[in-house]
């Protein structure tokens, strides 16, 4: 999925569109999300979904998956803030903010009220802030947004150990894969016991190899004379386009009008 995200960024219709002007829509997005109501964070999650599938041509399929993925991860956390517990004793404190619930023993389960409302509220948020963040994922190279890094002041350092970083995903990713079907190949997951001496294994096997990795590249830049910082290089002409930036203001203005209206 690592490489099919970073395919995507090079081939998406958005691409000739500056980098800069779609970072400033989605940090602003973020912001608005930040401290916006549900209502308008799923408006800012759609809105991000229609210039993902529609404006840069990604298919809508890739986009699900990967919502799908993390929404996975969200829904798992939810649970230890809607559900609550007190003991018997204290069941009049609870009256109100009580759904539904059950005793076990000297304790009363509960699904909290409060609990639903902040689950709702966190999941909103969540969403339309991982929408903003796909936005940039899928419609910007990664070294173009270490450029911009660059260009507004941030220490080269930071930026190269950030490529580094990013760089290793892809090797972590194709080594574990490659163990992984070659254990599966050979029954390595049959039973609880194999799947664990298995597990063990792959984990030892990735750490060496990563770490033989690091070393070919490090003396790969020796060889090549790096002097301490990457430099980046790009064929792609960008423009600032009018339109959508039209659109982008538009847009967040609506969204900040709506906002203020929830507080009125």
Same mark, same amino acid.
């Given at each position: 999925?690592?490489?099919?995200?970073? &395919?995507?960024?090079?081939?998406?219709?958005?691409?000739?569109?500056?980098?800069?002007?779609?970072?400033?829509?989605?940090?602003?997005?973020?912001?608005?999300?930040?401290?916006?109501?549900?209502?308008?964070?799923?408006?800012?999650?759609?809105?991000?979904?229609?210039?993902?599938v529609?404006?840069? /041509?990604?298919?809508?399929?890739?986009?699900?998956?990967?919502?799908?993925?993390?929404?996975?991860?969200?829904?798992?956390?939810?649970?230890?803030?809607?559900i609550? /517990?007190?003991?018997? &004793?204290?069941?009049?404190?609870?009256?109100?903010?009580?759904?539904? /619930?059950?005793?076990?023993?000297?304790?009363?389960?509960?699904?909290?009220?409060?609990?639903?409302?902040?689950?709702?509220?966190?999941?909103?948020?969540?969403?339309?802030?991982?929408?903003c963040?796909?936005?940039?994922?899928?419609?910007?190279?990664?070294?173009?947004?270490?450029?911009?890094?660059?260009?507004?002041?941030?220490?080269?350092?930071?930026?190269?150990?950030?490529?580094l970083?990013?760089?290793?995903?892809?090797?972590?990713?194709?080594?574990?894969?490659?163990?992984?079907?070659?254990?599966?190949?050979?029954?390595?997951?049959?039973t609880?016991?194999?799947?664990?001496?298995?597990?063990?294994?792959?984990?030892g096997?990735?750490?060496?190899?990563?770490?033989?990795?690091?070393?070919?590249?490090?003396?790969?830049?020796?060889?090549?004379?790096?002097?301490?910082?990457?430099?980046?290089?790009?064929?792609?002409?960008?423009?600032?386009?009018?339109?959508?930036?039209?659109?982008?203001?538009?847009?967040?203005?609506?969204?900040?009008?709506?906002?203020?209206?929830?507080?009125?």
């Amino acid at each position: 999925m690592t490489l099919q995200i970073d &395919t995507i960024a090079y081939t998406n219709r958005l691409r000739w569109v500056a980098p800069e002007q779609k970072l400033i829509l989605a940090i602003a997005l973020l912001i608005i999300a930040a401290f916006a109501h549900p209502p308008v964070q799923i408006l800012i999650a759609v809105w991000m979904s229609i210039w993902v599938v529609v404006y840069a /041509g990604i298919s809508i399929q890739i986009y699900l998956k990967l919502v799908y993925i993390a929404s996975l991860f969200l829904l798992t956390s939810l649970p230890a803030l809607i559900i609550n /517990g007190v003991e018997i &004793t204290n069941l009049n404190l609870i009256v109100n903010d009580s759904f539904t /619930g059950f005793t076990i023993g000297s304790y009363y389960l509960y699904i909290s009220k409060h609990g639903i409302e902040q689950g709702l509220t966190i999941f909103t948020r969540s969403i339309s802030s991982l929408s903003c963040l796909y936005f940039l994922m899928l419609t910007i190279p990664f070294t173009e947004i270490l450029q911009i890094l660059r260009r507004i002041g941030f220490p080269v350092l930071l930026t190269d150990l950030l490529l580094l970083m990013y760089r290793f995903i892809f090797v972590l990713l194709n080594t574990a894969s490659d163990l992984w079907t070659a254990q599966q190949s050979r029954n390595g997951y049959r039973t609880f016991k194999i799947s664990m001496k298995s597990l063990s294994l792959l984990i030892g096997q990735l750490f060496k190899r990563t770490l033989i990795n690091y070393r070919q590249i490090s003396l790969t830049l020796a060889s090549r004379g790096f002097k301490g910082e990457f430099n980046f290089w790009h064929s792609q002409r960008h423009h600032l386009s009018r339109r959508y930036a039209i659109e982008a203001i538009i847009g967040c203005a609506i969204l900040i009008t709506l906002e203020s209206r929830h507080h009125l």
